[in-house]
């Protein structure tokens, strides 16, 4: 039976507030869900929105918009909420016997016996695709995966702005490596450069040019046309990476 022919019960408001930046759960089929309310002078309606890599929702308000409204808004929408959740990939766990991405590339996560903590990548067996190959006791795989792939994401971003910084007469600070949801990278006016681990499962090229876009920051901290100029200098194909992440980009919150 499909799913969204189920009898939806009048969805229950768990929390009743519509403050700017307080959030609250509403109950669908697929569970709880989190609404955070977001009032904006600039907004001329309600409006939602399912983030796919935190799987909640948020509810935008013009300023003035009165809390029953904005209650009832939500409750007219949960179908739409469900549609949307519904589509969302499944979430892939960092343990043993699933296949995550690395550097693009299909990795399976194999779990090894002794040599406890150890976690290196090693050749597919019987033709099959290479192995992160996790030793240890099954429990602590996941932990030690996430922190292996965030290992090899600091390593090659710090490799690739060392790199553009020197093509560009620039100096970076330190780098920073982050889960973010709303930003693949930054940059601050001190230099410094912060990156998402998860651009470690994309295509190489891709986290190639996310350190030549914060790294053409240091000329520019902006992104007019100069600013671009400087990014194709670094990165001629960067149209390519963009299109990737555009397409593929919010796919790689389901790992983990």
């Not at 903590?117 to 019987?126: A, C, K, S, W």
């Not at 290479?130 to 030793?135: F, G, L, N, R, S």
């Not at 996941?142 to 020197?166: N, T």
């Not at 040019?209 to 901290?221: P, S, T």
Request: charged content about 25%; some cysteine; proline content about 6%.
């Amino acid at each position: 039976m499909s799913l969204f022919r189920v009898l939806r019960p009048r969805p229950l408001l768990v929390q009743d507030t519509a403050a700017d930046g307080a959030s609250f759960l509403i109950n669908t089929r697929l569970g709880k869900v989190a609404v955070t309310v977001r009032r904006s002078s600039q907004a001329r309606r309600m409006t939602l929105r399912v983030r796919s890599a935190t799987r909640d929702v948020t509810l935008t308000l013009p300023s003035r918009t009165a809390e029953a409204a904005a209650r009832d808004f939500v409750e007219r929408h949960v179908g739409w909420i469900e549609q949307r959740l519904a589509r969302l990939p499944e979430r892939v766990p960092l343990a043993p016997g699933e296949i995550v991405p690395l550097r693009g590339v299909a990795h399976r996560i194999s779990l090894r016996p002794g040599m406890r903590g150890l976690v290196r990548i090693e050749p597919g067996q019987r033709g099959r695709e290479p192995e992160i190959a996790v030793y240890g006791l099954p429990e602590h795989a996941p932990r030690r995966v996430a922190d292996f792939l965030k290992r090899e994401a600091r390593q090659a971003f710090v490799e690739a702005a060392g790199r553009h910084a020197a093509a560009l007469g620039v100096t970076i600070g330190k780098i920073v490596i982050k889960d973010t949801t709303s930003r693949w990278g930054s940059c601050s006016a001190a230099g410094d450069l912060a990156f998402s681990w998860r651009l470690i499962l994309a295509p190489t090229y891709v986290l190639d040019y996310l350190a030549a876009h914060e790294v053409a920051h240091r000329r520019e901290m902006n992104h007019g046309p100069r600013y671009w100029a400087n990014v194709e200098r670094l990165f001629p194909d960067y149209e390519r990476a963009e299109a990737w992440l555009r397409a593929h980009g919010a796919a790689l919150h389901r790992y983990g």
